[in-house]
C-alpha cells in the first residue's frame, strides 16, 4: 500500500490508474479505525479495481467546545490496518493541503434544508464543514464509488444530496452499522468509554429496537419518543434527542405514516457523545 500526504502525488496515482481504465473507490475517514471502517474498504474494494481511503481530521466539523483538540489519532495503526484490508492507497494530508488558505477562510459547500435539523441543529456548521471537506476529497480522489457508514445516517443524507445537486458522477453506497456484541455501534468515540460505560451504553441500541417493536404495535410516535427519552435516562445517559423521522429526508412524519421511518437517537455520555439508528420497517 503507498501512502501520500500531498494533492499532487494523489493526482498522479489517480492519473496512472486513469489511463490504465481502473474503477477508482473510496473511503473517507477521520482515523482511528475499528473493524467497521475496514468493512467499509472491503465493500469498495468489492466494487472497485483500486481503493483509496483518506484520513483527515477534519478541524471545521467541529465546534469549539468540541474534541478536535483530543480526537484520537492513530495513523501508524491505521496505516496497518487499511494495507491488511487491501487497501491500495492512503491519503493522510495536513490542513494546510486541504485548506490553502486556511481553514476559517475556506470556500464552503452548504447542503440546505437537511442540514437544518437534528445534528445540524445541535452542531451549527458541522455540516458545512463535512459537505466542504467531502467535496474537497472528491474532487481529489475522483472515485467512481465512495462508501459512507449508515452510523451517520444524517451524513449519509447530506452527502448524498450534495453528490446528485453538484452533478458529481459519483455513487454513494452505504454500508451497515457494525456493533459490538452487546449492540453498541462502533465508533472512533467509543474509546472515550470506560468498561462499566460500554456495558451501559447498549441501551441504545436496545432502545432502537424497542421504538422499532412499538411502533409495530401501533404506539403514537410521541408516545415512542417520550418512553424512549426515560429509558436512556434511566441508564445514566444525558439524551439530545431520541426521535422517529422519515428515512428519506429526515423530516417530521405524520401521526398516520408507518413506513419509510428510521429511529435515530444521541446521547451523552461520560465523555463521549454517541449517536445511533435504526431503519423502522419489518
Known amino acids: 500500500m503507498e501512502s501520500f500526504a500531498t494533492a499532487a502525488d494523489l493526482r498522479a496515482r489517480v492519473a496512472a490508474w486513469r489511463r490504465d481504465g481502473a474503477r ?19 465493500l469498495a474494494r468489492a466494487r472497485a479495481d483500486k481503493v483509496v481511503a483518506s484520513v483527515f481530521v477534519n478541524p471545521t466539523q467541529f465546534g469549539p467546545n468540541e474534541d478536535f483538540a483530543s480526537y484520537p489519532r492513530t495513523l501508524d495503526a491505521d496505516r496497518a490496518g487499511l494495507a491488511a484490508y487491501d487497501c491500495d492507497v492512503l491519503f493522510a494530508p495536513d490542513v494546510r493541503t486541504m485548506y490553502p488558505f486556511g481553514a476559517g477562510e475556506s470556500v464552503r459547500v452548504d447542503v440546505p434544508q437537511i442540514t437544518q435539523t437534528l445534528e445540524g441543529k445541535l452542531r451549527p ?14 474532487n481529489l ?5 465512495a462508501v459512507f457508514g449508515q452510523k451517520d ?4 443524507l447530506v452527502v448524498r444530496r450534495l453528490t446528485e445537486d453538484l452533478c458529481l458522477p459519483i455513487e454513494i453506497v452505504a454500508a451497515p452499522t457494525w456493533r459490538e456484541s452487546n449492540g453498541l455501534a462502533m465508533s472512533s468515540r467509543n474509546r472515550y468509554l470506560s468498561g462499566e460505560q460500554r456495558d451501559r451504553a ?8 424497542a421504538m422499532r417493536e412499538r411502533l409495530h404495535l401501533g404506539r403514537a410516535h410521541a ?3 417520550a418512553d424512549a427519552l426515560v429509558e436512556l435516562e434511566a441508564a445514566g445517559c ?16 405524520t401521526a398516520a405514516e408507518r413506513r ?15 449517536i445511533d439508528n435504526l431503519p423502522l420497517d419489518p
Not at 141 to 145: A, C, L, M
Not at 202 to 209: E, G, K, S
Not at 238 to 253: E, F, H, N, Q, S
Request: charged share 15%.
Open 125 to 138: 456548521g458541522h455540516f458545512a464543514g463535512v459537505a466542504t471537506v467531502v467535496t474537497k476529497l472528491f
Open 141 to 145: 480522489v475522483q472515485p467512481d464509488v
Open 223 to 225: 408516545d415512542i419518543e
Open 153 to 156: 445516517f444524517q451524513q449519509l
Open 260 to 274: 419509510g421511518l428510521i429511529a435515530l437517537i444521541a446521547t451523552r455520555l461520560g465523555r463521549a457523545r454517541l
Open 24 to 42: 477508482i473507490g473510496f473511503v473517507p475517514t477521520m482515523g482511528n479505525l475499528h473493524a467497521g471502517h475496514f468493512s467499509l474498504v472491503a
Open 238 to 253: 444525558v439524551p439530545d434527542y431520541a426521535v422517529i423521522r422519515r428515512a428519506a429526508d429526515l423530516a417530521v412524519p
Open 202 to 209: 447498549a441501551v441504545i441500541h436496545r432502545t432502537l429496537c
